[in-house]
């Protein structure tokens, strides 16, 4: 058994419009030393997902299905059970790391408070704890710098603080939803080799959400892509890349200038996602789909696989995939 399964989770908000299917029947797994990129436009339920996983979604939203995390199910548990595993085996980084910050304390008291919460130990052992895991995060002169106010570090050392905080008490698994959106290109890069050292290091199992297809290149092992609350592919990141067998991942990609695409005009998915509230039958891309046919309107496509049991796709159509060029039937990208 993986260390965390996920499986057919749905997440339903009740709102004054009607029910809001956000995460529709997704499943999926990660494993000890494993990063899981976990890719999708703003809206598809990528955070919904792991705030779920977390615990940190509202009572009155409905949660089906099965997490299970090295063998405890933590669905319907009590509150107060569920903090053991937030941030404590589980831990958790966002995108904005200013506004999880808390710009009155310094750092070191910060990373100190996080370890403290969940181990009996003085506050001096805690901002030694908060030195080592500056330390581990790639911070220079960790032992001054756990005495800075978060207004003092760039964005990027920001996010780093962060990285570092959610690593307090050795977590087995780390969920990064979009850590380097926020930030420039270079300090991406930077960021998210930090968290490939860490998982060398620690054998950590990683989530990696982010809406940008580049982002998990070479950090996953596998890749879920995520459409209007369902995966609708999930394979070896290899797979994603050179077999993809999903439409929407094909658009994707196309959006991304990349070795795959060398030379290729850059491609974009018109139109919007479909609304979550009363979701009709068929395939929610149809209507987006360059390849849509009359059964994809009236039948929605499972996952299934294709060609290899490892690489599964929700596509009436994937079996034929392999022989269109799909990419060049979405719209050129304008060049303003
Ligand atoms: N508390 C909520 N109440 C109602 N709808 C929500 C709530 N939180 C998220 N949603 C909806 O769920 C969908 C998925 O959101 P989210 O997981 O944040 O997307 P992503 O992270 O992929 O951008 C969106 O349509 C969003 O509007
Ligand atoms: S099922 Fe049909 S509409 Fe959906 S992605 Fe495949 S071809 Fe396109
Ligand atoms: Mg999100």
Not at 36 to 59: C, D, F, H, P, Q
Not at 253 to 260: D, H, T
Not at 296 to 318: G, S
Request: glycine fraction near 8%.
């Amino acid at each position: 058994m993986a260390l965390l399964e996920v499986n057919n989770l749905n997440v339903r908000f009740p709102t004054e419009d009607g029910v809001v299917h956000a995460v529709r029947d997704v499943s999926f797994s990660v494993d000890r030393g494993e990063v899981l990129g976990i890719v999708g436009e703003s809206g598809s339920g990528k955070s919904v997902t792991n705030l779920a996983i977390m615990g940190l979604l509202a009572r009155s939203t409905r949660i089906d299905g099965s997490i299970m995390y090295d063998g405890s199910e933590l669905v319907g548990l009590p509150r107060s059970q569920q903090t053991k595993f937030r941030g404590n085996e589980i831990g958790m980084i966002f995108q904005d790391p200013m506004t999880s910050l808390n710009p009155v304390y310094t750092v070191g008291w910060q990373i100190a408070e996080a370890y403290r919460a969940h181990n009996k130990v003085s506050k001096q052992q805690g901002i030694a704890r908060a030195v080592e895991l500056l330390d581990l995060v790639g911070i220079p002169q960790a032992v001054k710098r756990v005495h800075s106010y978060p207004h003092e570090f760039s964005g990027g050392m920001r996010q780093r603080v962060m990285i570092a905080m959610s690593m307090a008490n050795n977590p087995q698994v780390l969920i990064a939803d979009e850590p380097t959106t926020a930030l420039d290109v270079t300090v991406q890069a930077q960021i998210l080799e930090t968290l490939m050292e860490i998982k060398e290091r620690t054998n950590i199992a990683i989530v990696l959400i982010t809406h940008d297809l580049g982002v998990v290149a070479g950090m996953a092992d596998r890749v879920m892509v995520m459409y209007a609350g369902a995966a609708v592919e999930i394979a070896p990141v290899d797979e994603i890349y050179y077999r993809p067998k999903m439409p929407y991942t094909i658009g994707l990609l196309g959006a991304i200038p990349s070795e795959a695409s060398d030379g290729k005009k850059l491609r974009q998915i018109r139109g919007t996602t479909p609304s979550l509230i009363n979701m009709k039958p068929g395939c929610p891309f149809s209507p987006r789909c360059p390849l849509v046919q009359d059964r994809c309107l009236t039948q929605t496509p499972t996952l299934e696989a294709v060609d290899n049991p490892a690489h599964l796709a929700a596509c009436h159509r994937r079996a034929e995939i392999e022989s269109i060029d799909v990419r060049a039937l979405f719209a050129p990208e304008v060049v303003a």
